[in-house]
T-cell receptor, first 114, second 115 residues
């Protein structure tokens, strides 16, 4: 399984965009990049995922570099409720020995400040 | 939809006791799994199931049993509780796919303390 590297913590001003980086230099060609977050000991919450192309949904945008060795999660207008631990996870597709396991590293603690 | 539900929310056990953590989902997901999260750590996979009657071990299965008799339910049984099993336990479910609708849904967790 590809490993990911994230900064341990980041701050962001409320209303500003939060840009959370993730390095995954050993990612394989068919592995997906997933982002989850965990707000204060609640169950993790899915945010977004992608393979090669940039993705956007109602929560965030995911920018994956062309070589796929890194990605950035963008929360366009961070609010205090976005304060959480954000996890970047690389996962192989189903049907390729994937057990569905999500490997959670230490993540990035994002603190949104007023 | 209620999503993924877990009971109980909190539990205190004495060393050697056994108990079952309940997990249920109403989204007709084939895939279900159990994770534990120790303080300041990421989640680690205990057991998982890709459908009724099918279960397999994750990375930290020792001391735990699971069964999957229905699509909806995936209980986790602690055979003989030990202080090292003090943790927060999360259940998750998803469709076994990689494209859209592949996200895993997590329950609110069960906070277990073993004395």
């Amino acid at each position: 399984d590809a490993k990911t590297t994230q900064p341990p913590s980041m701050d962001c001003a409320e209303g500003r965009a939060a840009n959370l980086p993730c390095n995954h230099s050993t990612i394989s060609g068919n592995e997906y990049v997933y982002w989850y977050r965990q707000i204060h000991s609640q169950g993790p919450q899915y945010i977004i995922h992608g393979l090669k192309n940039n993705e956007t949904n109602e929560m965030a945008s995911l920018i994956i570099t062309e070589d796929r060795k890194s990605s950035t999660l963008i929360l366009p207008h961070a609010t205090l409720r976005d304060t959480a631990v954000y996890y970047c996870i690389v996962r192989p597709p189903w049907g390729s020995g994937n057990t569905g396991k999500l490997i959670f590293g230490q993540g990035t603690t994002l603190q949104v400040k007023p | 939809n209620a999503g993924v539900t877990q009971t109980p929310k909190f539990q205190v056990l004495k060393t050697g006791q056994s108990m079952t953590l309940q997990c249920a989902q109403d989204m007709n997901h084939e895939y279900m799994s159990w994770y534990r999260q120790d303080p300041g750590m990421g989640l680690r996979l205990i057991h998982y199931s890709v459908g009724a009657g099918i279960t397999d071990q994750g990375e930290v299965p020792n001391g735990y049993n699971v069964s999957r008799s229905t699509t909806e339910d995936f209980p986790l049984r602690l055979l003989s509780a030990a202080p090292s099993q003090t943790s927060v336990y999360f259940c998750a479910s998803s469709y076994p796919t990689s494209g859209r609708r592949s996200e895993q849904f997590f329950g609110p967790g069960t906070r277990l303390t073993v004395l």
